[in-house]
């Protein structure tokens, strides 16, 4: 069973239960959708799918190996990457190096060679650098390089951690409010975008957003969350006119 | 637009698969119609300043023989062997505090470590620096002991760990140290040696301590004549140095050792917390010695056998620059930064965050045992108040007038905060608040530091006018 599958995944804290019975799919190259109201636990399924918080009940799986319960770094050289919510960069860092120190592996860290330096360290390092080039050219960054990354213009920074997280290799691609803070006319460019990596590196694309046009265009399923509770799953058109979603997003109807 | 340029790529399809593992992925994305010379892009591993290091030795280590020979004077001497102290341990606390940002006021903690850790064997077992196969046996018997002591402690830790929820494997634990308590005591009631001791049969921590110093000195005893037999073979003028090295990679070690021990639970706390389990640390090392019959208490150890001469800690200075630039500016230090800059983001890529600080954390202590053995070898003797927190907070005062992540900062500030006291004495009781004031002034001018994150450039890229290079001069 290819791709990332959630099965009756809950998380409480404490009392709260932030995410109940959740179950998901998304295999490889495809495009999923998560949406909800706000507290609705959209962020709550990502860190209990990258392993920030341990699922309460459930089990995980990413190509048929369970992942659950190990540590987000275990997780994400497993195959999941994903981008934050509130833009998380290495501020001070080269545009360049944020996306190279996702290709960081044990290999390439081994001391003797970060010490002694022999050609291979440099044949190495012009390889890596070549990588992070080639993929900042992809998204459209090789332009900036070799600024520091927190200088970047908004939009960058959003498509530096797409690039960031892209880096690291993944199956399965998570993003948290893309489109958060961008105009009408970013909005068009991170669509593209959007599809583009999808098409371009063969990964499934699972995202949390607030904009719903943005996700009913390129969503191909979508899960409406409401209080923890998967209230709704289906294609664009079949939650767009379930009677519950449209409850949770306008209130009780009259 | 990016998408656009989807006709120029290569397809990344076969990339995108992390279980291809690591060499298959190397160049999978890597186009062939790229410029071949990668190295002018920015990056933080082309700062290349290797040229230095032959230059550095050219001249630094010359140098030092020349004040070595007293031409100068004693007192410019001891300033230049100050400086020297004080660049190793500014340069890796750079290493903890600026490149992974994790901020230690324990750093005079490790020197101590290093300072007894070389004093004691280079006192006790080197024969005047004529047997360094006994010193490293003092280390390996040192290494053994205490490496049961953490296996015992670690198997504590992961039956613990089995129970899940520390509150629930209390009980778990408990009977463990009970069913240890009762095994040791009825072997040690068994053996008749025992009879007359006074020290409480029951107390199980007494034994167990008693245990492992019986073992340190069983070892000791035993290899004694074979290490005396080794060291026979060495020629003399090869034993003194052999057994200075052992000294000081030994208590480098140690002081690594303790680095690690200490930096495994610290390093969960972040900022102020961690400023202030590290201080606490630094001041239960110094008190432990302080207690410590054998490294001499609150007097101190004396006639430690010197060695160290300028060439020598010129030589580490070298080294430890070396060290810490080439760990710095390396795929593993853009790691180590990465952590720095945002630990959640950094896990999120795959970074074993708890790993890299512990890594930058030891390769710190490392280097102020280093330092500590180097200052013990010099001094005749050595005191637990030679340890305390001033000196700490001396350190990071270097590191962070330097420009925290700069290690050309830190050797700069090094140099300008150990002569500036110095230089000052002339005004006598205005000395210190003149100190005082320019710290002050520095910082409100350059609150980033004298160098802020920037580094000395190759001596290409300063020189290359001159030298007509062709090439680019980031190269």
């Given amino acids: 069973m290819g791709g990332l599958v959630a099965m009756h995944v809950s998380r409480r804290f404490g009392g709260l239960s932030a995410l109940s019975d959740f179950s998901l799919k998304v295999g490889m190259g495809e495009l999923v959708g998560l949406i909800g109201p706000n507290g609705a636990g959209k962020t709550t399924a990502f860190n209990v799918i990258t392993g920030v918080y341990p699922p309460s009940a459930g089990q995980i799986f990413l190509d048929g190996r369970r992942i659950d319960g190990q540590s987000v770094e275990w997780i994400n050289r497993g195959g999941i990457a994903r981008t934050f919510q509130n833009i998380r960069l290495f501020g001070s860092l080269s545009v360049l190096d944020n996306v190279t120190v996702g290709f960081s592996r044990s290999g390439e860290l081994g001391l003797t060679k970060t010490l002694l330096r022999a050609p291979r360290f440099y044949r190495e390092h012009d390889k890596t650098t070549a990588r992070g080039m080639a993929l900042l050219e992809t998204l459209g960054l090789a332009d900036s390089a070799g600024m520091v990354a927190r200088n970047l213009p908004y939009g960058d920074q959003r498509r530096l951690e797409i690039a960031r997280a892209l880096a690291t290799g993944p199956k399965i691609l998570l993003l948290d409010e893309p489109a958060a803070g961008m105009n009408p006319q970013e909005k068009v460019e991170l669509m593209k975008l959007i599809r583009f990596i999808r098409d371009q590196f063969h990964v499934g694309i699972w995202l949390i957003e607030h904009d719903m046009k943005l996700v009913m265009s390129i969503c191909e399923r979508i899960t409406v969350l409401d209080h923890g509770e998967t209230i709704a799953v289906g294609t664009p058109e079949e939650v767009q006119n379930n009677p519950e979603v449209i409850e949770a997003y306008l209130g009780e109807p009259v | ?475």
């Fill in chain 2, 1 to 475: 637009m990016s998408p656009k340029r989807s006709d120029q790529l290569p397809p990344p399809a076969q990339s995108s698969s992390p279980s291809a593992g690591a060499a298959g992925r190397t160049d999978a994305r890597a186009p062939e119609h790229h410029d071949p010379a990668p190295s002018r892009w920015p990056g933080l591993s082309s700062l290349k300043a290797n040229a230095w290091v032959p230059l550095a030795i050219v001249l630094l280590v010359p140098l030092a023989a020349f004040v070595e020979s007293d031409v100068v004077g004693r007192y410019n001497a001891r300033i230049v062997t100050l400086i020297g102290y004080n660049v190793i341990l500014a340069v890796s606390l750079q290493l903890i505090n600026g490149v992974s940002g994790q901020f230690s006021l324990g750093h005079v903690g490790f020197m101590a470590v290093g300072a007894y850790l070389a004093a004691y064997p280079a006192k006790t077992y080197a024969n005047n620096f004529a047997d360094p196969a006994a010193v490293l046996l003092f280390y390996l018997a040192l290494g053994v002991v205490v490496g049961i002591m953490g296996a015992v402690l670690y198997g504590l830790l992961r039956l613990a760990g089995l129970f899940k929820r520390v509150h629930r494997s209390l009980p778990g634990v408990a009977l463990l140290v009970l069913i240890i308590w009762f095994a040791v005591d009825i072997s040690r009631a068994a053996s008749a040696t025992d009879a007359g001791l006074a020290v409480p049969k029951w107390c199980v921590w007494s034994h167990g301590m008693g245990g492992l110093q019986d073992l340190f000195d069983a070892i000791q005893a035993h290899g004694a004549s074979a290490a005396a037999a080794i060291s026979g073979h060495l020629p003399a003028a090869i034993a003194g140095p052999v057994c200075f090295i052992v000294l000081l990679i030994g208590a480098g070690c140690c002081a690594a050792g303790a680095g690690f021990v200490v930096g495994l639970p610290a390093l969960r706390l972040r900022g102020d917390y961690l400023a202030i389990a590290t201080l606490g640390m630094a001041e239960i090392i110094r008190i432990s010695i302080m207690n410590s019959r054998p490294l001499g208490g609150a007097l101190g150890l004396t006639g430690i056998p010197r060695y160290t001469n300028l060439v020598w800690l010129y030589g580490c200075v070298v080294l430890t620059v070396l060290f810490v630039w080439r760990v710095t500016y390396s795929a593993r230090g853009r790691v180590i930064m990465a952590v720095r800059e945002d630990e959640i983001a950094a896990s999120a890529v795959g970074i074993n965050t708890t790993r890299q600080k512990v890594t930058a954390f030891v390769f710190g202590a490392f280097f102020a045992g280093v330092a500590g053995a180097l200052f013990a070898l010099n001094e005749y003797s050595i005191t637990p108040t030679r340890f305390t927190l001033d000196r700490s907070i001396e350190v990071v005062v270097m590191v962070t007038l330097g420009g925290l992540g700069s290690i050309t900062g830190a050797v700069l500030a090094a140099i300008v905060l150990t002569i500036l006291p110095e230089a000052l004495r002339s005004v006598a009781e205005y000395r210190m608040i003149i100190y005082s004031s320019l710290l002050i002034v520095i910082m409100l001018a350059r609150p980033q530091g004298l160098m802020g994150t920037r580094e000395l450039p190759s001596p290409k890229a300063l020189f290359g006018r001159w030298w007509g290079s062709r090439k680019g001069v980031t190269a």
